[in-house]
Each structure stands twice: as C-alpha cells, then as structure tokens.
C-alpha cells in the first residue's frame, strides 16, 4: 500500500460524498474485525483525504501498535502527526520509518503531508540520515 497523502486539491460534493460511503463501509468492517490491517489502512488514508485528520491520526496509532515493524505505517504515522503539528511525534516515527526500511526519499521531500514538518530546523537531522543512507547506498 503507498503511503497515504492528504492530496491538497479540494474535493467536489460528488467526491465528498462518495468518500463518506467509502468511510463508512470501512468503518463497518473495522467495528466487525479492530484488527484488520488493510481495511485501518484504507479507513486512515480515506479520513485523511477527507481532512479528518485527528481520526486519521487514531487509525496510524492503531496500526502502528498491530505492525511495529512495519516501515510504511510508520511513514504515515509521521504524516498524521505532521498534519496535527504533534512535530516531535513525526519526527520520531520518521525516524522509525527510516529505520525499519522507508526509502521513497523523492516522495518524503515532496509529501504534502510532511510539508509543515520540512519547514522546521530539527527537519535537518532527517535531512542527514537520508544524505548517509544514500551515500551509503552509492559504495
């Protein structure tokens, strides 16, 4: 699954409502099964692209404690946090992403998600890691 993205384009009634039904089947099927990986995943991916954000937040902990070694839950767990402005929470489950193995580098510099957390100084520490990996990477 790719990591989730609030997509920044404003959604018509038509999408609103289609995205609503989405929501809502997911949300049965989790209320039937709480840990049933995909559908959380697609539920917090459908409420962060509906600007739920705080709901889509819940769903990344929920996963986050059902896949701990999981790299792109933590990636997304980093988004929701980011889209929250909880900066010292994305920072660290960035940094556990980057540890379990997220490498999708050229989407992390242009996640629109992550943009507010890219604007911070302490964003250079991630900065850092990615060049050391990639340089690693290129020996």
């Known amino acids: 699954m790719p990591a989730k993205s609030s997509t920044n384009k404003k959604l018509s009634s038509a999408e609103q ?3 609503d039904t989405k929501i809502q089947f997911m949300e ?3 209320r039937r099964d709480p840990d049933y990986v995909d559908a959380l995943q697609l539920l917090g991916d459908h409420y962060t692209q ?4 705080s709901e889509g937040l819940h769903v990344d902990e929920r ?4 896949e701990p070694a999981n790299p792109l839950v933590f990636y997304n767990l ?5 889209l929250t402005d909880e900066f010292d929470r994305a920072f660290f489950a960035l940094n556990r992403a980057i540890e379990l193995g997220y490498r999708d580098f050229k989407w992390l510099a242009k996640d629109p998600d992550l943009k507010k957390l890219r604007a ?3 964003f250079s520490e991630i900065k850092e890691i990615i ?3 990639k340089t690693k990477n290129d020996e």
């Open 50 to 53: 509906r600007g739920r954000f």
């Open 131 to 133: 060049q050391k990996l």
């Open 28 to 30: 049965g099927l989790v």
């Open 78 to 82: 980093a988004c929701s946090y980011s």
């Open 17 to 19: 409502r289609e995205l």
């Open 63 to 66: 996963l986050a404690r059902l």
């Open 120 to 122: 911070l100084p302490a």
